[in-house]
């Protein structure tokens, strides 16, 4: 839930990319995001702390909070997403994906002035947002089911 308010976005797109796109099993593609995950994260930092001028105190202490996470999390979810039919796997990345969502609209709170001065102007670029991102990812999926009719042909 923590990487839906602080994450790149990178880790999101490219378990999409395997599954939507390439048509890989969850069960191979979520260990395989992990991974990217955590090269992206150690690539990530390394580059704002040396090409950049430094990590900013607050990103330290985000990493500090998730590296313990990451460490139990994801070999358990390796374990479980290895017993688990593909099917469960997957409504599982969809219940913590609505719980990501649910979450960081709680915490950024786009129609409050909490955050913003113009709430509207959030609130309607929040739900563009949403809306670009859903007709990205279906048109990936339509891609991806266009690549897999035209292998089977061959």
């Known amino acids: ?31 395989t995001s992990v991974i990217l995950m955590a090269i992206n994260t150690v690539f990530g930092f390394a580059y704002r702390q040396f090409a950049m001028g430094g990590v900013a105190e607050e990103s330290w202490g985000y990493l500090a909070v998730c590296t313990p996470i990451v460490v139990i ?27 990501q969502l649910v979450g960081a609209l709680y915490v950024i709170q786009p129609w409050t002035t909490k955050h913003t001065d ?11 947002l949403f809306i670009t991102g859903t007709i990205f990812f279906r048109c990936l999926s339509y891609t991806g089911l266009q690549l897999l009719e035209k292998d089977v042909k061959l």
Do not use: N, Q
């Open 1 to 31: 839930i923590f990487s839906a308010m602080a994450g790149s976005g990178i880790d999101i797109c490219s378990f999409a990319v395997l599954t939507l796109l390439f048509r890989v099993s969850e069960k191979v593609a979520t260990p």
């Open 73 to 99: 999390g994801a070999p358990v979810g390796a374990f479980l997403g290895s017993h688990w039919h593909r099917l469960t796997l997957a409504f599982v990345v969809y219940i913590l994906d609505f719980a």
């Open 118 to 128: 113009t709430p509207l102007h959030l609130s309607l670029t929040s739900l563009a």
